[in-house]
């Protein structure tokens, strides 16, 4: 196995095949979803023209399509908007809540540690389920503006849990605060048959503006040169959770499993996504030059060359891995090349900005207190991540998010 690098970063490389789990193996591949979302924006794409012949003045911004969010213009301002889905990660939030017996621990509730609490998680699962959006949302240069819910539980037993669904209302809220934005409405459908019975699948829509119209970031100016700064995740965020769910099935202990740090693995899972839109405005505010944005979710760092150009993506230096993946990546064996291209490792966000303002971009970060590193740069090249400090290269062939 591959030695971590010294200072605590990077990632082993992981032994040879043998017990190895990979994010196919766990039910979840790309290669198999990703034609789907080229197909559906071949036949979106048509559609755009609808909006003039409905003569209301908005018209689409063509190259906003294959981006994070999709956008429109209408006069003096762009609208930019976004559907995400959280995903499983409520099934881990359901797993810790109901103790040893869904953890996979045998003996009493006290052998599992803080998940036989009793607590719901459930605050933390609302704000994972915002940021799905609301960090895609930023990615154009959009502030946002208000937050739909979308909550389709597999039973009406759900909704017997009140405090449950206090703690998702109270999270939801909460988390609509901290951005500053309306809480407009949603829906809360019951789909028996659906979604299993017990469970609840979350979502969340946003609508966001740019104002003024040259805030847009769609990676126009991108260009070799550009610096690449990295901000920090907060562990798996609301992605790779297929995998972790998979892996707890193969720990003696479950989600009750204690990490070499002390913490549990369901409780370290259960930290909530970084929140990146305070991140961005304050970039805004500061006049830095954003040349592109990436919300580094599914795929891992392979979103870092989300944008369609021919370039090339070198990173230098890696930020910290937190424990949660790093432990996930020793169990399941999986090499660096696996990891980083699945998982965010340590990245949840990415800025490009201009030469001189790497900086004063890590500056603007940390006064949200979120800690951020000016990673790499921006070349001419082949587009493709290299990260020099593991001896990984991410072909572009190997991102196929667009048309």
């Given at each position: 196995m591959a030695e971590e690098n010294p200072n605590g970063r990077g990632t082993p490389g992981g032994p040879p095949a043998g017990d190895r789990l990979t994010y196919e193996d766990s039910g979840v591949d790309y290669d198999r979803i990703d034609p789907l979302k080229v197909l559906a924006q071949q036949a979106a794409r048509a559609t755009g023209a609808n909006l003039e012949r409905?003569?209301?003045?908005?018209r689409e911004v063509a190259a906003s399509r294959g981006e994070s969010a999709y956008v429109l213009d209408i006069g003096d301002a762009y609208?930019?908007?976004?559907?995400?889905?959280?995903?499983?990660k409520a099934l881990v939030a359901d797993a810790m809540r109901k103790g040893p017996a869904?953890?996979?621990?045998?003996?009493?509730?006290?052998a599992s540690g803080r998940e036989a609490s009793g607590?719901?998680?459930?605050?933390?699962?609302a704000q994972d389920t915002i940021a799905t959006a609301v960090n895609d949302l930023v990615t154009v240069g959009a502030k946002p503006l208000s937050i739909h819910a979308y909550w389709a539980a597999g039973s009406s037993d759900w909704f017997d849990d009140t405090e449950r669904m206090n703690d998702l209302v109270e999270g939801w809220r909460a988390a609509c605060d901290v951005l500053g934005v309306a809480w407009g409405?949603?829906?809360t459908p019951c789909l028996t048959g659906v979604v299993e019975e017990g469970a609840i699948d979350l979502?969340?829509?946003c609508v966001g503006i740019i104002r003024p119209k040259s805030r847009l970031t769609l990676g126009e100016d991108l260009a070799a040169g550009d610096a690449i700064v990295l901000l920090e995740s907060s562990g798996i965020h609301a992605n790779g959770l297929t995998l972790a769910r998979k892996l707890a099935e193969r720990l003696p202990e479950g989600y009750a499993t204690?990490?070499?740090g002390g913490r549990t693995y369901g409780e370290a899972l259960l930290d909530p996504t970084v929140l990146y839109p305070p991140v961005t405005e304050a970039a805004f505010e500061a006049g830095i030059g954003l040349r592109y944005v990436a919300n580094i979710t599914g795929h891992g760092w392979r979103k870092i060359m989300r944008h369609p150009g021919r370039l090339t993506y070198r990173i230098t230096e890696l930020p910290p891995v937190p424990e949660v993946l790093r432990f996930m990546v020793d169990e399941t064996r999986q090499t660096a090349e696996e990891a980083y291209g699945s998982l965010n490792m340590g990245a949840g966000f990415a800025l490009f900005v201009r030469p001189e303002d790497g900086d004063a971009a890590v500056a603007c970060a940390e006064a949200q207190g979120i800690r951020a590193w000016v990673a790499g740069v921006v070349e001419d090249g082949p587009r493709q991540v290299v990260?020099?400090?593991l001896g990984v290269t991410l072909s572009g062939e190997s991102l196929a998010l667009r048309d």
């Open positions: 409905a003569g209301t003045g908005a609208l930019a908007s976004i559907t995400e889905c959280l995903g499983t869904v953890s996979g621990v045998s003996g009493p509730p006290e607590r719901t998680w459930y605050d933390h699962i409405g949603g829906e979502a969340a829509s204690v990490m070499p990260i020099e400090p």
